[in-house]
């Protein structure tokens, strides 16, 4: 008989297309949770707890067992209910319940190949809703599960949304989603949807109006700002980006992904084969899911626990992969390496990671440890994730990855039992024991077949030798497997006679040691070559190696390394990797390292080592040529040279700290040098200072002056652009002296400028005048024109902010002439807007905007995002000065988007105000009070004195315009005495000139 049974709407059966009486409320609330945990048994007291909740009566067990027993009855034509040693069975094929074919058809949708066959799928899907969950039944596990199901069908209508935005029916969705932004007015993803529609349809300004909607609500109800992919979405509105466009007839899932959607990482690790066993605690981890009582906070953190080598890596891929459609807005995953001496995981990478996986650029990944836990929280705030993080040494090195929303779910596996994370954390802790006899005989069997039960004293023998540890019964199995006409009894007797010790791991009975006999085994089978490749590259300092990395390390042709590679991948030695990437178990890597270590001479691993860093400083050297020729013509391929760096940028950081700790320094200078330009650019700001830091350090210990001053000279630009105004001038002054001891007046003069330009945001014009002028007077004596215009630029900038329009003029004018002289018509439109900026300069303001309009052409042509954002806030300027505020507007909004890409904290500061302030004149007070807002946050977070003061000005002049002198009082109070602190006149107005560091 057919049976169909349904949750998504009131609790129903039918049998044959005719309805079940399924009796009262109570026992429908039996028969609901029942249906949801179908085909897994449900024990007495839970089954109570969720009927009942907390007013369970005296006799319910009693009263339980009579609404089973009527509930048998009722479904036996189309269902079992059954009593198990674990609790209450119903078994029924799953697509006969409704809940269960909805997440099916989902998981289907979510791997579809056409996007016109995920939407049929999610159509069929959504069609099985009826009402809400459980309709007309309450208890507290109900009415938690229901909150849960209806996420779940939220995140199914927004996967449509996805869906047809790419087959391109904009039109036809944005009434709905009017509607449901309406009804989630604080939820990211569907706002983005909403504005994507709106920019397809034509309607950019109401698009953007839209973002700056949700961003004010976001602000004033939660005190955040909007995540990292609405923000990318909304400056790809405001720069018509063409990838918004849209999408030709009929895409299929190899288009690009709609824009509008939240970045959705799925960063876990391919499952395990032939996983065997572990149901006791597959079961445990299921349990974590379950919704708690309304007075208790959801779980947030569950910890695995284990010996080494006891399989918790692959229980908590096989559990996560299973669960992943309970957590729609992705999985994070990172091996924290905690076991590893040379190279765990620092905590601020592991961030770095999950936060360029959520979205977040590299330029606005803060620095500090601190500052990246607290962006990492917000952008899971309200986000449905699952976080793994696997192989943890200590409750610090997990701590910061905890995310802040009771949302998430962060899975953490570790040899130790972090008491730590149960007692200050409230972790769930499930402990891992050695695989039981018959599971560890259903390992063997799924890898070497029907042997196992032929010679079972011999298997379990092997089994016991194994110590039951997966990781070692996998290696024993394939070596097993290679020599199917030896029996097992002669194996396991081989096994025995290379029994010792593994000094890594504990001995004194611990079955953890037992693992080096089995390592030991199936190292002493590998042919020579192969045995030498795993030796060798258990020296890579890295988590993963590329087969062209490994070849270099062997010095073996790559082809042959590849095919040796797959001999130790055969060997379950090895992993194998997506793109020719290849890594080890910690323990393997250790026992590799070891055997290196007892087998390779000193030199002969040095000389390993080498040839990897050549290998790596060549390849970067050779990337770098294709992505900045400088003249030359482009050596390579550009998009091939940035996908090779940043898929070996973990690598090459690593490689850097390791060449400095262990004598690799001339490869350590070379290779910071050789990619500063690229991290600078492109990268974490963090990451690209680490670089940085080794090569000063690696600089030093081999007494390379030169070299550690241009890398102190780096890291001073890094430390600037991350709003680090302390830090970057002490490295300068660092910088200052090596140059000036050596004698390379050029190098010392560009330094001197850019500590002018710190002492400049740090409000210090005093300083900063005297930087400038003895940079000017470097650069005279060697004939540098275009140092000397740019040292006069510079203290024309300073008189201007003082006050003193005259000599600004004079500056300004004096480095015009240069400028004109040398053919540079980028930085004479540049002075020239700085001259039409000075109050009642006559200056024509047609001639600065029409030499503007040609330097943005020409930055663009160029690629130059630096350059443009100069551009742009220089254009808006003028622009205000016409009176075309809408046009200044815009190209401040274009500066704001491109400042930050860059990372340039401190421009972006000044560009905010000057938005605001131009905001404010076109009558937009509410808008430019946000601005200013924003402006004030992030000059307070870098010292910006100055425009902290400009911010609480215009605050204070957008409250006092709309009457409410109460308010604009004390930010106008605030920004009068700061302005009087720094000597300088009351803030000019949007179009008042400001420095360009690096210009």
Not at 182 to 206: K, N, S
Not at 386 to 397: F, I, K
């Amino acid at each position: 008989m057919a049976a169909e049974f349904g949750v998504l709407g009131v609790v129903e059966a039918r049998i044959d297309g005719r309805p079940v009486d399924l009796g009262h409320a109570r026992q429908r609330c039996v028969l609901g949770v029942l249906l949801v945990e179908a085909g897994r048994p449900v024990t007495v007291d839970q089954l109570i707890d969720r009927v009942w909740g907390g007013s369970a009566p005296q006799r319910a067990a009693g009263a339980l067992y009579s609404y089973l027993s009527r509930l048998r009855t009722a479904v036996a034509a189309g269902a079992e209910i059954r009593r198990e040693p674990g609790g209450y069975l119903l078994t029924v094929d799953p697509q006969a319940i409704d809940l269960h074919r909805f997440r099916r058809l989902m998981t289907l949708a979510r791997g579809a190949d056409s996007d016109r066959a995920a939407a049929d799928l999610i159509g069929q899907a959504l069609s099985l809703w009826r009402a809400d969950p459980f309709a007309g039944l309450d208890t507290p596990w109900l009415s938690a599960m229901r909150r849960t199901l209806l996420g779940e069908r939220f995140a199914a209508e927004l996967d449509l949304n996805d869906v047809l935005l790419r087959l391109g029916r904009h039109g036809e969705l944005l009434p709905g989603l009017s509607a449901a932004v309406a009804e989630h007015p604080l939820d990211e993803r569907l706002a983005g949807q909403a504005m994507l529609a709106l920019y397809r349809c034509g309607r950019q300004a109401d698009a953007d109006e839209r973002y700056r909607r949700i961003r004010r609500r976001l602000a004033d109800e939660l005190g955040s700002d909007p995540g990292a992919a609405l923000r990318r979405l909304h400056e790809q509105i405001l720069t018509a980006d063409p990838a918004l466009a849209v999408p030709a007839p009929d895409p299929g899932r190899s288009g690009a992904p709609v824009a509008a959607a939240a970045t959705v990482p799925a960063q876990l690790p391919a499952d395990v084969r032939a996983f065997t066993g572990r149901t006791g605690e597959l079961a445990a981890l299921d349990r974590l899911l379950e919704s708690p009582d309304d007075d208790e906070p959801p779980l947030t953190v569950a910890l695995l626990s284990g010996t080494a080598g006891v399989g918790k890596s692959a229980l908590a891929v096989r559990w996560a992969h299973r669960v992943r459609d309970a957590f729609p807005d992705g999985q994070l995953y990172v091996n924290l390496r905690g076991y590893d001496a040379e190279q765990p995981v620092a905590v601020a990478d592991a961030l770095a990671g999950f936060l360029t996986a959520l979205g977040v650029r590299g330029p606005e990944i803060p620095p500090g440890t601190d500052e990246r836990a607290g962006r990492y929280r917000s952008e899971l705030t309200g986000r449905r994730m699952l976080v793994l993080l696997d192989n943890a040494s200590s409750v610090e090195q997990v701590r910061p990855l905890l995310p802040g929303s009771g949302s998430c779910l962060v899975l953490i596996t570790s040899r130790d039992s972090l008491p730590g994370m149960v007692a200050v954390h409230g972790a769930e802790r499930v402990n891992l024991d050695l695989l039981p006899l018959p599971d560890a005989l259903g390992l063997l069997r799924k890898l070497i077949g029907a042997r196992v039960d032929r010679e079972t004293a011999a298997a379990e023998a092997l089994a016991a030798a194994c110590a039951r540890l997966p990781l070692a019964l996998r290696i024993a199995a394939e070596l097993a497997a290679d020599r199917s006409d030896v029996p097992l009894a002669d194996l396991v007797a081989e096994l025995g006679d290379h029994r010792v010790r593994l000094d890594l791991l504990d001995a004194g009975g611990d079955p953890r040691a037992e693992v080096r006999a089995v390592f030991s085994w199936s190292y002493r089978s590998l042919p020579d070559p192969a045995a030498r490749v795993f030796r060798l590259f258990g020296l890579h300092p890295g988590e993963t190696a590329h087969v062209d990395a490994v070849a270099a390390l062997t010095g073996t042709d790559p082809a042959e390394t590849r095919r040796l590679l797959g001999v130790l991948v055969r060997a379950s030695l090895v992993q194998a990797g997506p793109g020719g990437r290849y890594g080890m178990h910690d323990l393997l890597r250790a026992y590799a390292a070891e055997l290196a270590t007892g087998q390779d001479a000193e030199p002969d691993r040095r000389t390993a080592l080498t040839r990897l860093f050549d290998h790596y400083l060549a390849k970067s050297v050779a990337a770098m040529a294709a992505l900045h020729p400088d003249g030359a013509p482009a050596a390579g391929d550009p998009d091939a040279a940035r996908a090779w760096i940043e898929a070996e940028r973990p690598n090459l950081a690593v490689i850097c700290a390791y060449g400095t700790a262990h004598g690799w320094y001339q490869h350590t200078v070379a290779l910071a040098e050789t990619l500063f330009r690229y991290l600078d650019a492109g990268g974490p700001a963090a990451e690209a200072a680490a670089v940085t830091a080794s090569a000063v350090s690696a600089a030093r210990a081999v007494g390379d002056r030169d070299a550690q001053a241009r890398a102190l000279s780096h890291l001073g630009r890094l430390h600037r652009r991350q709003g680090r105004p302390h830090e970057a001038a002490a490295t300068y002054r660092q910088a200052l002296e090596l140059y000036a001891e050596l004698g390379d007046r050029a190098a010392e003069a560009l330094v001197l400028r850019n500590l002018g330009s710190v002492d400049w945001l740090l409000g210090d014009y005093r300083q900063a005048a005297d930087h400038y002028q003895r940079a000017l007077a470097l650069y005279g004596p060697r004939g540098d024109d275009a140092g000397q215009a740019d040292a006069l630029v510079r203290l024309g900038l300073i008189d201007a902010r003082l006050g003193d329009r005259m000599r600004a003029e004079q500056r300004f004018g004096a480095a015009l002439e240069l400028y004109v002289t040398l053919g540079d018509r980028f930085s004479e439109a540049y002075v020239l807007s700085l001259l039409a900026r000075l109050p009642h300069r006559p200056v024509a303001l047609d001639r600065a905007a029409d030499r503007l309009e040609q330097s943005l052409d020409a930055v663009r042509r160029t690629g130059d995002r630096t350059a443009e954002a100069y551009v742009l806030t220089d254009l808006a300027a003028i622009r205000a000065r016409q009176d075309r505020l809408a046009e200044a507007a815009g190209h401040l909004r274009r500066a704001l988007v491109l400042h930050r890409r860059i990372g340039d904290r401190a421009s972006e500061a000044e560009a905010l105000n000057d938005l605001g302030r131009v905001l404010h004149a076109a009558g937009d007070a509410g808008e430019a009070r946000t601005q200013h807002g924003q402006a004030l946050d992030l000059a307070e977070e870098i010292g910006d004195r100055y425009e902290v003061a400009r911010a609480h000005d215009g605050i204070g002049a957008t409250w006092r315009d709309t009457g409410d002198l109460g308010r604009a009082r004390p930010h106008l109070d605030r920004a009068r005495r700061i302005f009087a602190d720094l000597r300088v006149p009351a803030a000019p107005g949007a179009a008042a000139p400001v420095p360009v560091p690096g210009r």
